[in-house]
Nanobody, 116 residues
Framework: VQLQACGGGLVQPGGSLRLSCAVP????????LGWYRQAPGKQREWVAR???????LYVDGVKGRFSISRDNAKNMVYLQMNSLKPEDTAIYYC???????????WGQGTEVTVSS
């Protein structure tokens, strides 16, 4: 089952975006959720992860700027991105995790472009 992320767009440096992802019930319950990104010419990388208990972890480059959250009533996961930088430009994906292992199929992602 693919997970579909949305909310991307073109934003100026220093701007903000909020990404959303609807997670199928079969993947949401009891699993960690994560955001990943793939910049042009680079491999996909992990960005943030949130556990079933709400513990959030981030890659060093986004700490203090990005915030991951989950809505257990709506089966949604969000990524609030503030103080965006050009190096944040990428296609962003969400997925469900068993521990740190990705268990869902990758969707098309949502494109974020940070440029003036």
């Amino acid at each position: 089952v693919q997970l579909q992320a949305c909310g991307g767009g073109l934003v100026q440096p220093g701007g903000s975006l909020r990404l959303s992802c609807a997670v199928p019930e079969s993947l949401f319950s009891g699993n960690n959720l994560g955001w990943y990104r793939q910049a042009p010419g680079k491999q996909r990388e992990w960005v943030a992860r949130i556990t079933t208990f709400g513990l959030a972890l981030y890659v060093d480059g986004v700490k203090g700027r990005f915030s991951i959250s989950r809505d257990n009533a709506k089966n949604m996961v969000y990524l609030q991105m503030n103080s965006l930088k050009p190096e944040d430009t990428a296609i962003y994906y969400c997925n469900a995790l068993s521990g740190i292992r990705v268990i869902g199929y990758w969707g098309q992602g949502t494109e974020v472009t940070v440029s003036s």
